[in-house]
T-cell receptor, first 108, second 112 residues
Framework: AQRVTQPEKLLSVFKGAPVELKCNYS??????LFWYVQYSRQRLQLLLR??SRESIKGFTADLNKGETSFHLKKPFAQEEDSAMYYC??????????FGKGTLLTVNP | DADVTQTPRNRITKTGKRIMLECSQT?????MYWYRQDPGLGLRLIYY???????NKGEISDGYSVSRQAQAKFSLSLESAIPNQTALYFC???????????FGSGTRLTVV
């Protein structure tokens, strides 16, 4: 079975502060990991995926297979980063399993 | 134009009524999915289809049914709506690779 755990429901930081959204996963094979973002009342958008090793909007995430983690990081948070963030995993069947999400609030 | 279009955007219906939510896509993807989003529970998979002749139950399929009318269309039906089906419903598509999903804008369904 595949599982994604996001331990923080809510995360609040001040503008300019570093931010880290935690994600741990459970999967017996080689997973593909993703981060999705949902701004208020909008559709989910793909933020980044581990296979591409991109940096989008200043966010990065590194897959740590030893710790089975895929934490999302940004060195300097901006107010426009306030959103719901979902970590997701897919295996060989390409079905996405989502974590329960972390609501990030960046305060001015 | 949106890649993945869901209709209606909002719907209020009464308990016991049948309702259909529709999803169409212009991505040319074979795979389509229906999720529901509830506060604190994230997104949970209801049904998915890997091609027109393939329909599979997800983790919470009870009380729902689907129809894949064409590669581009995937409908979700609630045969007899109940209040705990009040949620935000998302349709998504993907290709056969690990490119991630493309989501529709969602349908907010309220069952009273």
């Amino acid at each position: 079975a595949q599982r994604v755990t996001q331990p923080e429901k809510l995360l609040s930081v001040f503008k300019g502060a570093p931010v880290e959204l935690k994600c741990n996963y459970s999967y017996s094979g080689s997973p593909e990991l993703f981060w999705y973002v949902q701004y208020s009342r909008q559709r989910l958008q793909l933020l980044l995926r581990h296979i591409s090793r991109e940096s989008i909007k200043g966010f990065t995430a590194d897959l740590n297979k030893g710790e089975t983690s895929f934490h999302l990081k940004k060195p300097f948070a901006q107010e426009e980063d306030s959103a719901m963030y979902y970590c997701a995993l897919t295996g060989s069947n390409y079905k996405l399993t989502f974590g329960k999400g972390t609501l990030l609030t960046v305060n001015p | 134009d949106a890649d993945v279009t869901q209709t209606p955007r909002n719907r209020i219906t009464k308990t016991g009524k049948r309702i259909m939510l529709e999803c169409s896509q212009t991505k040319g993807h074979d795979r389509m999915y229906w999720y529901r989003q509830d506060p604190g529970l994230g997104l949970r998979l209801i049904y998915y289809s890997f091609d027109v002749k393939d329909i599979n139950k997800g983790e919470i399929s009870d009380g729902y049914s689907v129809s894949r009318q064409a590669q581009a269309k995937f409908s979700l039906s609630l045969e007899s709506a109940i209040p705990n089906q009040t949620a935000l419903y998302f349709c998504a598509t993907s290709d056969q690779g690990a490119e991630g999903y493309t989501f529709g804008s969602g349908t907010r369904l309220t069952v009273v």
